[in-house]
T-cell receptor
Framework: GAVVSQHPSWVICKSGTSVKIECRSL??????MFWYRQFPKQSLMLMAT?????????EQGVEKDKFLINHASLTLSTLTVTSAHPEDSSFYIC????????????FGPGTRLTVT | GESVGLHLPTLSVQEGDNSIINCAYS??????FIWYKQESGKGPQFIID?????DKRQGQRVTVLLNKTVKHLSLQIAATQPGDSAVYFC??????????FGGGTRLMVKP
């Protein structure tokens, strides 16, 4: 149980275009989902916390108008990278927390974004 | 600000030996700590966790030690296998119920 999926697993887009990444909890309902960014050979950095039905909370330095997060249901959160630039190329990872599972976060497999 | 950090980016061990990966944290208010394993191109995989009211917890071939006095966390892997090769991250759960990850240590297992 507690499986989180992401789609797509990798994507290549051109500068100036927008890309949407989906995060789904497959066998549980996630009231809270988190989005992380990971650059090569670096650690995971929290971008934002997403609660179902409310606006996401962004970490300092993360542009909310550039990284649009929508947590429309208890099993789906989306991250849209708008007007992507090469410096947005990164590994984006989501995680989900189940209401009755305490503090543990279940991580997705990640999405590799390359902006050309 | 508060942070979790690692000092050794790469650890190379012989297959069959024990591995010890260390982590220092700075947020004394953190009450929950987790070790994750991340293989190339994949998301983090939960290994073991420990709460601040404990100083040791054992799993299958893994042990986590927590020293709150010096704010130090370690992961011990017994009889390290080639499949253990990965990057290992410690993470702390702070009062805001968010995870802060350490810098990561790459474990390389030599056959």
């Amino acid at each position: 149980g507690a499986v989180v999926s992401q789609h797509p697993s990798w994507v290549i887009c051109k500068s100036g275009t927008s890309v949407k990444i989906e995060c789904r909890s497959l066998d549980f309902q996630a009231t809270t989902m988190f989005w992380y960014r990971q650059f090569p050979k670096q650690s995971l950095m929290l971008m934002a916390t997403s609660n179902e039905g409310s606006k996401a909370t962004y970490e300092q330095g993360v542009e909310k108008d550039k990284f649009l997060i929508n947590h429309a249901s208890l099993t789906l959160s989306t991250l849209t990278v708008t007007s992507a630039h090469p410096e947005d190329s990164s590994f984006y990872i989501c995680s989900a927390r189940a209401p009755l599972a305490g503090d543990e976060q279940y991580f997705g497999p990640g999405t590799r974004l390359t902006v050309t | 600000g508060e942070s979790v950090g690692l000092h050794l980016p790469t650890l190379s061990v012989q297959e069959g030996d024990n591995s010890i990966i260390n982590c220092a944290y700075s947020n004394s208010a953190s009450d929950y700590f987790i070790w994750y394993k991340q293989e190339s191109g994949k998301g983090p995989q939960f290994i073991i966790d420990i709460r601040s009211n404990m100083d040791k917890r054992q799993g299958q071939r893994v042990t986590v030690l927590l020293n709150k006095t010096v704010k130090h966390l370690s992961l011990q892997i017994a009889a390290t296998q080639p499949g253990d090769s990965a990057v290992y991250f410690c993470a702390e759960n702070n009062a805001g119920n968010m995870l802060t990850f350490g810098g990561g240590t790459r474990l390389m297992v030599k056959p």
